[in-house]
């Protein structure tokens, strides 16, 4: 029943899957090409269990490789199960235009498979996205994406993404911005904090039916660990975990 429920919400709300906290990071290259790019070449794996649902579980391998000014990152990802998935590869690069400006682009290739249909339907994506860094105390993020796992505008970018991100200290600094998905507008409010460069943990509240997050990231040496809570007010909880290796 949980699981019927869950289908039918999916197709009749216009709910936002990316309202996660936004870290500004490789692991939210999904909706903006351009984050990370001054990281170094890495790896990385994400496995998310969508409100606690086996049938939904989402899997995402990606590959982010340093090049002279710029970066090229590349990953696949699946939600679903053997009846019903969306499967998305996903290539971008992302370029250093100044020491304050950097750009992105990536294109994505989502295949839907229904056990039920022959002809499966397929989608062709682009995202964008936008970081400027206006001083050392202030950024700006912008990004124009595809939400969907259902069709939108033929596959053509149905989401804006604007945020504000205010360097308090050297341990701790917040965010401020909106997500425009379907003509739906949520506002989100996140807070950062780091310790010792090797820990960060993100607290978020917006406007959404996922009105609460929280993502903790860990590194030790090369490794990079993440832990992602969030709460849907009628779906219930989604726990995220991811491994990263940095060279």
């Not at 050297?170 to 507008?185: A, K, P, Q, W």
Request: aromatic letters at 16%.
């Amino acid at each position: 029943m949980k699981s019927l429920f869950f289908l039918l919400t999916l197709m009749h709300m216009k709910m936002v899957f990316s309202q996660e906290p936004i870290q500004f990071s490789f692991w939210n290259k999904e909706i903006n090409p351009a984050f990370s790019i001054n990281e170094t070449n890495l790896t990385y794996i994400l496995y998310e269990n969508k409100f606690l649902l086996k049938e939904w579980n989402n899997k995402l391998i990606g590959l982010d490789i340093k090049t002279k000014d710029g970066r090229i990152n590349m990953h696949f990802s699946q939600k679903g199960n053997a009846n019903f998935s969306s499967n998305k590869t996903s290539v971008g690069y992302a370029q250093k235009m100044s020491p304050k400006l950097n750009l992105g682009l990536s294109v994505e290739y989502t295949f839907f498979h229904q056990r039920e249909i022959k002809n499966n339907p397929a989608l062709l994506t682009p995202t964008f996205g936008i970081n400027f860094k206006q001083s050392e105390l202030n950024s700006f993020y912008f990004s124009i994406y595809n939400s969907g796992i259902i069709f939108h505008n033929n596959g053509l970018p149905n989401s804006l993404l604007i945020f504000w991100n205010y360097q308090v200290n050297d341990n701790s600094s917040f965010s401020l911005g909106s997500i425009t998905e379907n003509e739906m507008i949520y506002a989100s409010f996140s807070f950062h904090y780091f310790y010792l460069d090797s820990v960060k943990l993100t607290l978020g509240i917006n406007s959404s039916e996922i009105p609460i997050d929280f993502a903790l990231t860990c590194s030790l040496k090369s490794l990079e660990f993440l832990l992602q809570n969030n709460y849907h007010q009628k779906l219930g909880i989604s726990n995220q975990i991811g491994l990263a290796y940095k060279w």
